[in-house]
C-alpha cells in the first residue's frame, strides 16, 4: 500500500491528467537535449532555475543533490554526456546551506542508529559532502570533476563553481 503521501500524489496526478495533459515531446522529436549541467543544493529555499532566469533555450538540465555536491553523479554526468554531448558543468552552492550545520560523522552515527546491521565498508562510503567553508567545498567539488577520468577532458575543462548568497541574490564566481 502507498504511503499516504504518495497516495495524495497519485490523488493530484489524476486531477493533473483530467485538467487536460498533453504529451510531452520525445526527444526525438524536438531535438532539445540538455547541453549544460548545473549542480544545486536540495535546499528547497534555492531555486535555480528561477535565480539563474533558465528557460528551455539555455539548454541546460539542474541537478539537485544534497550540498550541491556532484560527488555521487559522476557517472550520470558521463551517461548524459554520452547522450547529448554536455558543453558546461556548473556546480552552484549557496550561504547558509544545511551542509554547514553537520558532519559527515554525525550523518554515519545516525545511519548506525537506526541500521545497526549496516556495513561497516558501506557506512565508511557515505559522502555527502558537509563543510564549515562553502567556499572551500565549492572548489573541491569543482576539482573532483576536473580531475575525474571518467569524463571526457574536454567536458572536465569546462567546470566552474559559483556562490549564491541568499541574502543578497548575489551569484559570484568561486573558481
Same mark, same amino acid.
Given at each position: 500500500?502507498? !504511503?499516504?503521501?504518495?497516495? &495524495?500524489?497519485?490523488?493530484?496526478?489524476h486531477?493533473?491528467? $483530467?485538467?487536460?495533459?498533453?504529451?510531452?515531446?520525445?526527444?526525438?522529436?524536438?531535438?532539445?537535449?540538455?547541453?549544460?549541467?548545473?549542480?544545486?543544493?536540495?535546499?528547497?529555499? /534555492?531555486?535555480?532555475? $528561477? #535565480?539563474?532566469? +533558465?528557460?528551455d533555450? =539555455? &539548454?541546460a538540465v539542474?541537478?539537485?543533490t544534497?550540498?550541491?555536491?556532484?560527488?555521487?553523479?559522476?557517472?550520470?554526468?558521463? @551517461?548524459? =554526456?554520452?547522450?547529448?554531448? +554536455?558543453?558546461? #558543468?556548473? /556546480?552552484?552552492?549557496?550561504?547558509?546551506?544545511?551542509?554547514?550545520?553537520?558532519?559527515? &560523522?554525525?550523518?554515519? @552515527?545516525?545511519?548506525?542508529?537506526?541500521?545497526?546491521d549496516?556495513?561497516?565498508?558501506?557506512?565508511?562510503? /557515505?559522502?555527502?559532502?558537509?563543510?564549515? =567553508?562553502?567556499?572551500?567545498?565549492?572548489?573541491?567539488? /569543482? $576539482? +573532483?570533476?576536473?580531475? !575525474?577520468?571518467?569524463?571526457?577532458? $574536454?567536458?572536465?575543462?569546462?567546470?566552474?563553481?559559483?556562490?549564491?548568497?541568499?541574502?543578497?541574490?548575489?551569484?559570484?564566481?568561486?573558481?
Amino acid at each position: 500500500m502507498p !504511503s499516504p503521501l504518495a497516495q &495524495e500524489l497519485l490523488q493530484r496526478n489524476h486531477a493533473y491528467i $483530467e485538467k487536460g495533459h498533453r504529451p510531452i515531446p520525445l526527444f526525438t522529436d524536438i531535438g532539445f537535449t540538455p547541453k549544460k549541467m548545473i549542480f544545486s543544493c536540495i535546499d528547497g529555499r /534555492v531555486k535555480p532555475e $528561477e #535565480l539563474l532566469g +533558465l528557460t528551455d533555450a =539555455d &539548454e541546460a538540465v539542474v541537478v539537485r543533490t544534497a550540498s550541491g555536491t556532484p560527488a555521487r553523479n559522476l557517472n550520470d554526468i558521463a @551517461a548524459i =554526456d554520452n547522450l547529448t554531448t +554536455l558543453t558546461e #558543468l556548473i /556546480v552552484i552552492k549557496h550561504t547558509d546551506c544545511g551542509a554547514l550545520y553537520m558532519t559527515e &560523522e554525525q550523518i554515519r @552515527a545516525h545511519i548506525r542508529t537506526h541500521n545497526p546491521d549496516v556495513d561497516g565498508q558501506v557506512l565508511n562510503n /557515505v559522502v555527502v559532502g558537509t563543510t564549515h =567553508d562553502i567556499i572551500q567545498r565549492t572548489r573541491k567539488d /569543482v $576539482e +573532483l570533476i576536473r580531475n !575525474s577520468p571518467i569524463i571526457r577532458k $574536454e567536458l572536465r575543462e569546462t567546470a566552474s563553481g559559483l556562490l549564491f548568497d541568499i541574502t543578497t541574490g548575489k551569484l559570484t564566481k568561486v573558481i
